[in-house]
């Protein structure tokens, strides 16, 4: 294949040069893959990006956190945080400074932007739709991203190819051996609505085929708060039995962290002993203090979250929060599609993550 080069902006940098090492490590050499850009930014709010370096036949990718809050600039004498459109903005203009020169172009967006909003119900704009089409007719070859909220907007490019790649099963691995889990009998893994079935079914099978439950979440449709229909009860569809219960409440994001911080307290009165939250990305976009709040109280254990998308370092201090690397499987990820090889067991993790757990499962069970 052509030889591999990798921009990462600003917004991706400390992760982007991990991938880089990772990479380094896999082919057994020093060669560095990251090219040196130059994002300008004016005073105006206006930007331009330079590549440092020649891009002619070789095979890009561009790695971006359209999520990362920490990123300012001046701005008309103030200090403005870039938004997810401006990063989105800077991986156009990436594209449009290295002029189609390369081989092939793949666009690495783990919170793939605007994937919220994936289905359109009335006069209202579908941005995700949208970009995805940019990119396209940019000349992006392939879009790489985790744990998409809909993977029905890879139908926006049928034409082009969409990789939607999981990583609870490195969060899992990370929870069992950090926790220092023994009996995995005791797992129970929760959805905290009908839409992450998926996923509670998927750390079930990873750990053996433990027990599933998820919630039913009755809304007042009358009313609308922040954005939202709100919640106003929570109904258990589980075991019968949850005392003693080791619980697993899986979901794709935290946002303000309502709905799974209300999952695990109506969980804490069946009786479970242990309660952890994994989610691939830990916006937290209000309310950190009801974490700490209920993990002052007892209700949670731990949230475990991948590093693929920003958390403060004020967050990652924290007792009840652990940030989980990621940027391994993203390199494996990079070095298969630069060789052109199979990325199917990487993309769902079953395989490789299985053999691990069984192991440390039969370790456990003949002590």
Sequence with gaps: MSELKIIVPENFREFGEKVNEHIKDIRKTNDNYLVETSLVRFNNGEGKVVIKESLRDKDLYIMSDVSNYDISYPYYGRTHYMSPDEHFMDIKRILSA????ATKRTVIMPYLYESRQDKKDSRESLDCAM???ELELMGVNEIVTCDVHNKSVMNAVPNMAFENMYLGDIMLLDLIEYEKIHDFSKFVCISPDEGAMKRARF?????GNVDIGSFYKQRDYTKVVKGKNPII???FLGPSDMKGKYVIVADDMIASGGSILDTAEAIKKLGVEKIFLIVTFALFTEGVDKFQEYFDKGIIDRVYASNVSYVPDSIQKMKWFRSV????????MINALNYGDSIGELISGRVETAVKIKKLRKKYETK
């Design 131 to 133: 970009a995805l089409k």
């Design 325 to 332: 690397d990621c940027s391994e499987k993203i390199a494996q």
């Design 98 to 101: 290295e002029c189609g020169h």
């Design 233 to 235: 009860d929570h109904r």
């Design 203 to 207: 750390f079930s099978d990873l750990l």
